[in-house]
C-alpha cells in the first residue's frame, strides 16, 4: 500500500495528505489517472477518447513509451474488452511510430501485473521498449521448462473451460 501510495501522489502533496485521504488516493487514483486528467504533465505521443501514450519518465532505452487506457483497471484481467480492443489498435501503430524514429524495429511490449511481477503504479499500462542493440533496452530472464504433455492437456483443459465458465 505504501509504495502505490507514494506513486499516486507525488512530491509534495504526498506530505500534506493524512493517513484517510492517503488512503483513498491509492484506491482511487495513481499517477497515471493524474497524467490522464492533465494534473501532471508527460510528452504525449498519442491520445483518442480511451487511450493514452507517453515517454516513461525513466527510459529502460532511449523512446521507451507508456500505453495506458483511459478506464482506471489496475490489472489486465479486470479491463474491458473494450477499452483493451482500442489498446490493442493502436499498439502496432505506436511499435512502427517508434520503429520510424528510433530505426530499431527491435523491441519488447510488456505489461506486468501486480507488485509480485513488478508492477509498480496500479493502472493498467504497456511499456513498449527499443532493443537497439545487445546493452540497452530489457534484459528478460527466461527460466523455461519442458511442458508436460499429459500436464498440458490437463491445464490447457481447465483454461478453456475458465473462458467459458
Ligand atoms: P511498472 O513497473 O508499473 O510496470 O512501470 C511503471 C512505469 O511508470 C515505470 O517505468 C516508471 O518509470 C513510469 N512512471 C512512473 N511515474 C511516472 C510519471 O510520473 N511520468 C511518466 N511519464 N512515467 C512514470
Request: charged share 10%; no cysteine.
Given at each position: 500500500m505504501g509504495k502505490s501510495v507514494a506513486r499516486a501522489a507525488s512530491g509534495r502533496d504526498r506530505l500534506r495528505l493524512g493517513p484517510a485521504r492517503r488512503y483513498a488516493v491509492s484506491m482511487a487514483e495513481t499517477i497515471f489517472t493524474k497524467i490522464i486528467a492533465g494534473e501532471i504533465p508527460c510528452h504525449k505521443i498519442y491520445e483518442d477518447d480511451q487511450v493514452l501514450a507517453f515517454l516513461d519518465i525513466?527510459?529502460?532505452?532511449?523512446?521507451h513509451m507508456l500505453v495506458i487506457p483511459k478506464?482506471?483497471?489496475?490489472t489486465l484481467d479486470a479491463l474491458s474488452d473494450e477499452a483493451s480492443a482500442a489498446i490493442g489498435r493502436v499498439l502496432p501503430r505506436l511499435c512502427r511510430a517508434l520503429k520510424m524514429v528510433t530505426g530499431s524495429g527491435a523491441m519488447n511490449v510488456l505489461q506486468n501485473n501486480e507488485a509480485l511481477a513488478h508492477q509498480v503504479v496500479e493502472h493498467v499500462h504497456f511499456h513498449i521498449i527499443p532493443k537497439p542493440d545487445g546493452e540497452q533496452g530489457l534484459g528478460v530472464g527466461w527460466p523455461a521448462g519442458e511442458l508436460d504433455q499429459e500436464q498440458g492437456t490437463a491445464l490447457a483443459q481447465r483454461l478453456r473451460d475458465a473462458l467459458t465458465g
Open positions: 525513466g527510459p529502460v532505452s532511449a523512446g478506464e482506471p483497471a489496475v
